[in-house]
């Protein structure tokens, strides 16, 4: 199979490896080297997909980052990925690439009706038309717009690729390895700097490869070649091919993205696909380069027209020519190194210069060639609709808005050249405000905010001399700050064309009684006429013209369109550019993956997880876990093929008949040592402190500043210095920073030490009616009557040879204890209790079990101590000491806390002693009152209560207790249920507390 | 994202720290009387500064410690960070 737009021997392609692909079902060939675009010009495809708003044809427009149509879907290591950059995927064997945007086929797209209706689509088409009836939206218009937009399609299997984050530190990174890139890299190093040179392309050199300059006496690439290798080799350089700097944020900390793998045919099972790098830089070169700028005209977007550069680099890097009857269409003289290129290859092409007949360098190597050149010429539109084959051309008048002479031309290809601009895209991201040049006519940076310094064609400095001397100079002088070292390098000698003065001209006229759309921003379909209508309908601000006309809001963020939107928006309203203003740069610079955000923080390693040192054993015993911050516990031990509620109703019986064991290791446990201990605890609790013994445990409340509740938990005094504070799961954490505040900033004088210890001890409770004859059994030598060790007693014993400390403190509202072992003894203590507890009938039980203990005993946990409840609201006022202050103790005062019918904590139970009562449920009067409904308050915790057999619930009611024996219901939309229910008080079980004393 | 000169660990990344809001208020001295007006400015108000703002981070996935630093909440640029024991100029 022949490649009919393949050169015989240009490019930097490895012909000696054929490359097969399929492109729309096709099967196709190309070289390793190739991209998918450069592989299917050389076949000859240009129309590769349909435009987004008119699903006009579209063919490619560039051969890089800048390519605004060429949007494929891609299917290559069994995954599908949509809006991939033909221009930018490599070629890689298998790959199989569709067009998007079409329906059924690029060829025959039924969605290009829009084209010919296209006066009914102008900007601000959907805002004006789609607003009424307004009831249509929903189910007509939204899914209509919906499917006739868009363009790829998302996969929705499961990414099994691997993509992984990288933290990097240098003192210098460089963005492009272009001349200016290549020489500050190379500067820096020979300085010692520990520099990152990262370069989007496969292949290094920028610029260098396609222009016909020579570097002391060696060619451009490979001069590019000689750095690159000596870099390379240098122990203090990264060198980064197929990476994207994508993202400047604060503190010059910088965003790559590293193709790592998706050109490879083979990797290895722990290749990742992508690599995020976070880099933090000490200085940031920005050697970025430019973009070339297309002259609008008529019908510009068929395919078969391309940027200048990029006809030229499909030449000399892919050996591809873009079209054999070449139209070169500019207004500087870069373009004409294209129309060399052509000619070199034996293709004849002209040049339309929009400029008056005048000489340069260029022009008159041109003119020696023998090549066609037509100045004062444009383009005013291009024939063709899936492919350029003729275009009609004009002889301008000096004011350049009318014709002398128009005539028809037949090509195949139109290349077309603006001038160039400047990539600013990072520069504008750090917070460089940029400064318009008039001499490019175009945007550069200006005053710094980061340490960033943009070198070569990124700061508007065209010429190859230049670039590689401010790129000499300021890898040199920026690294020698850092290393404090300088060596000489001297600026290698340059041998380049020079360039004559460019045309302001950026937009071809239209004949009278012509109308083609000319299209600014190609990727979101926006032309020079509804730009024209924004203006007409009063948007002035940039801002406001880019949102009302999308112009420049595509995934190519308007890189070949923002500045010529500008001319035009200044053309039409009298301005110059600078006054216009630009539209604001963000990142990401070019799209990256999802899959290379995310990194390894999927599944499992989303978050870590934290095991207790019974784990395994709950795992054995079917244990069903629930996550409680990053901890997983059980929540139920699974029988047969009992359901979450049989099991947790069976667990919760057990303990109040038996004995049962929990494991409670997640409790957060603080260690609290000083002589100011008891001062400390005395200021952080809403109780006293200072009198509690050595041997004691005592119930402690804390409150936040504004009064309301943090957390409760137990602390012990272990000994006369010695504290050891228990917090719920949930709020280890911050009560440890709460703590630690108040010990370093607001009372440094207090002379106390915190530290965590809950990965320290593994806890078990031991809790039912049995459980003292259970615990005399696991410590047959210690007296564990109710007078040796009554309720909140401690004492230290051992375990079965180890070390062990027995709290009596109970959750459950049972006799009970809690035993902690250092963690590694944990799973021992664990079975030990096990094995002993079988006489006593001990059952494990879950959370689930665990809350309907507390529940029913109506103490308060995470539901009611939500952040809004202050200690009376949940009736723990009696913990709340008159006579000392403490943290929180003034807000207490504040006179929302203390209305008549506040909030108060209330039992309810349902009249029909058998619904269950939703969690969340509103509290009204009235089930069927019109809405909004009043509220009177809601359910917070619920559960079956297993002393009473029927359901029972926690609710926050205002004037709760005084509620209490009336009827109300249950409201849950959510569950659509409501539920007649009777406030009762929330101590439905023992409520004198006669079961943890007995 | 902000790199914080811990005066303990020295420049580390803002992931090991987490906010602890306006550095300059200061809580009434414990035990003693305070006025309700005082108490709620110590409670509740905050200036909202654009600007220079000296506030406190805490450094938990480092060396634990409170600390301060003066940041400009428009750009982010941090001028100073020190010990809470320490006064920002």
Redesign the interface.
């Known amino acids: 199979m022949s490649q009919p737009f393949r050169l015989n021997k240009e490019g930097l392609i490895n012909r000696n490896k054929k490359i097969s692909f399929t492109f729309n079902g096709k099967k196709l060939f190309g070289y390793e080297g190739d991209t998918i675009a450069s592989a299917l010009i050389a076949n000859g495809i240009h129309l590769v997909g349909r435009s987004f708003k008119y699903h006009r044809p579209r063919g490619f427009f560039g051969a890089g980052v800048e390519e605004p149509n060429a949007k494929l879907q891609v299917e290559f290591n069994g995954h599908s990925e949509p809006n991939v950059n033909a221009t930018e995927m490599e070629l890689v064997e298998g790959l199989s690439a569709t067009s998007q945007n079409c329906w059924p086929s690029v060829n025959f797209d039924v969605g290009a009706i829009n084209n010919f209706l296209k006066m009914f689509f102008p900007a601000g088409f959907y805002y004006k038309t789609f607003m009424w009836p307004k009831s249509f939206w929903y189910k007509i218009y939204e899914p209509f717009i919906r499917k006739a937009a868009g363009l790829g399609v998302a996969s929705i299997e499961k990414d099994k690729e691997r993509y992984e984050h990288k933290?990097e530190y240098c003192d210098l990174l460089v963005t492009g390895s272009g001349p200016s890139g290549l020489a500050s890299a190379y500067a820096a190093a020979k300085n010692g700097a520990k520099v990152i040179l990262a370069e989007d392309k496969p292949r290094f050199g920028g610029t260098l490869l396609t222009d016909d300059v020579s570097i002391d006496n060696l060619s451009g690439k490979d001069w590019a070649e000689k750095i690159i290798t000596e870099l390379k080799s240098m122990p203090n350089v990264t060198v980064k091919n197929r990476s994207q700097v994508f993202g400047y944020?604060?503190?010059?900390?910088l965003v790559m993205f590293e193709r790592v793998s998706d050109h490879l045919e083979t990797k290895s099972k722990f290749t990742p696909r992508q690599r995020l790098w976070?880099i933090?830089a000490k200085e940031t070169i920005l050697s970025t380069g430019s973009i070339e700028r297309p002259i609008v005209f008529g019908n510009n977007d068929t395919p078969g027209i391309f940027l200048s550069a990029a006809a030229k680099e499909y030449m000399k890097v892919y050996g591809v020519l873009v079209g054999k009857k070449p139209l070169i269409f500019t207004n500087n003289d870069s373009a004409y190194e294209t129309a060399l290129e052509f000619k070199k290859n034996n293709v004849e092409p002209i040049i339309l210069d929009t400029r008056e007949e005048h000489s340069s360098e260029l022009i008159d190597e041109a003119k020696s060639k023998g090549i066609d050149i037509r100045f004062s010429h444009g383009v005013i539109v291009a024939n063709g609709y899936k492919k350029v084959k003729s275009a009609k051309i004009g002889k301008l008048n000096k004011d350049k808005n009318s014709f002398e002479k128009i005539e028809t031309v037949d090509c195949d290809c139109i290349c077309v050249s603006g001038f160039w601009t400047p990539s600013v895209h990072l520069a504008s991201q750090s917070?460089n405000k940029l400064k318009y040049e008039e001499k490019i006519d175009a945007f550069i940076p200006d005053k710094k905010?980061q340490h960033e310094t943009s070198v070569g064609a990124a700061n508007g400095s065209f010429t190859l001399e230049e670039s590689l001397k401010h790129g000499f100079e300021n890898g040199s002088n920026l690294s020698a700050k850092i290393t404090e070292t300088k060596t000489e390098i001297s600026i290698p000698n340059v041998n380049e064309k020079k360039y004559g003065a460019h045309d302001k001209f950026w937009c071809m006229p239209l004949p009278k009684n012509e109308n083609p759309k000319r299209f600014v921003d190609f990727q979101n379909d926006v032309s020079v006429s509804d730009i024209e209508i924004a203006l007409r309908e009063g948007y002035r601000s940039i801002e406001h013209v880019k949102r009302y006309t999308t112009l420049g809001m595509a995934t190519d963020q308007g890189r070949t369109s923002n500045l010529n939107g500008l001319q035009l928006v200044s053309n039409i309203e009298n301005k110059i550019v600078p006054e216009v203003g630009h539209t604001t740069f963000r990142p990401p610079f070019t799209p990256i993956t999802i899959g290379t955000i995310v990194g390894r923080e999927v599944g499992m390693e989303y978050m870590p997880t934290r095991k207790t040192p019974m784990h395994e054993w709950h795992e054995k015993n079917n244990a069903v876990f629930v996550d409680a911050g990053a901890w997983k516990r059980p929540r139920y031990y699974k029988q047969g093929n009992e359901t979450l509620f049989e099991a947790s109703k069976r667990e919760a019986k057990n303990v109040r008949e038996n004995v049962g064991i929990c494991d409670v290791t997640t409790l957060g446990k603080i260690d609290i040592k000083g002589p100011d201990a008891a001062e400390f605890l005395n200021?952080v609790y809403t109780n006293a402190w200072m009198k509690l013994p050595v041997g004691k445990a005592r119930y402690g409340l804390m409150l936040r500043?504004?009064g309301i509740v943090m957390d409760d938990g137990t602390t012990t005094r272990i000994s006369e210095n010695h504290y050891h504070m228990t917090t719920t799961t949930a709020q280890a954490?911050n009560v440890l920073?709460h703590l630690?505040?108040y010990l370093?900033?607001?009372?440094?004088e207090l002379n106390v030490n915190v530290v965590s210890t809950t990965e320290q001890w593994a806890g078990a409770a031991i809790a039912g009616p049995k459980s003292r004859d259970m615990l005399s059994k696991l410590y047959p030598d210690l007296d564990v009557s109710n007078d040796a060790l009554p309720f909140m007693g401690y004492k230290e014993a051992e375990f079965f040879g180890v070390p062990s400390r027995i709290f009596r403190i109970s959750f459950s509202g049972e006799l009970a204890y809690e035993i902690n072992v250092k963690s590694d003894h944990g799973l021992f203590m664990w079975e030990k209790m096990m094995e002993v507890g079988k006489e006593f009938g001990n059952q494990p039980y879950g959370t689930e079990a665990l809350s309907t203990l507390r529940i029913e005993m109506g103490h308060v946990a995470g539901p009611e101590l939500d952040g809004r409840t202050i200690p009376s609201d949940v009736s723990l006022n009696g913990l709340v000491s008159k006579k000392?202050?403490f943290i929180g103790k003034?807000?207490l005062?504040r006179e929302a806390f203390n209305v008549e019918r506040r909030q108060k904590i209330v039992g309810l139970i349902p009249i029909d002693r058998k619904s269950s009562i939703p969690e969340g449920s509103h509290i009204v009067q009235d089930q069927n009152a019109k809405l909004p409904n009043p509220k009177l308050g809601h359910v917070s915790s619920s559960c079956w209560s297993v002393e009473n057999n029927n359901p029972f619930s926690l609710a926050i009611m205002k004037d709760g207790k005084n509620m209490i024996g009336k009827k109300f219901f249950a409201v849950s939309p959510l569950k659509n249920k409501s539920i007649e229910v009777e406030v009762i008080s929330s101590h439905y079980v023992d409520p004198e507390g006669k079961r943890v004393r007995s | 994202?902000?790199?914080i000169k811990c005066p303990y660990c020295g420049l580390r990344?803002q992931k090991e720290f987490?906010y602890?809001g306006d550095a300059t208020v200061k809580?009434?001295n414990?035990?003693e009387e305070?006025s309700?007006e005082e108490?709620d400015n110590?409670?509740?108000m905050r200036k909202s500064p654009r600007g220079k703002h000296v506030e406190?981070w805490?450094h938990?996935a480092g060396c634990?410690?409170?600390i301060k630093v003066q940041r400009d909440t428009a750009?982010?640029e941090?001028f100073q960070t020190a010990k809470?024991?320490e006064e920002i100029r």
């Open positions: 933290f944020y604060d503190h010059n900390m976070y933090r917070g905010k200021r500043e504004d954490a920073s630690e505040y370093q900033i607001v009372w440094p000392k202050d003034n807000s005062g | 994202m902000l790199y990344a987490s602890g809580r009434p414990i035990n305070v309700s108490w110590f409670v509740y406190l805490q938990i634990r410690q409170w750009t982010h941090i809470v024991t």
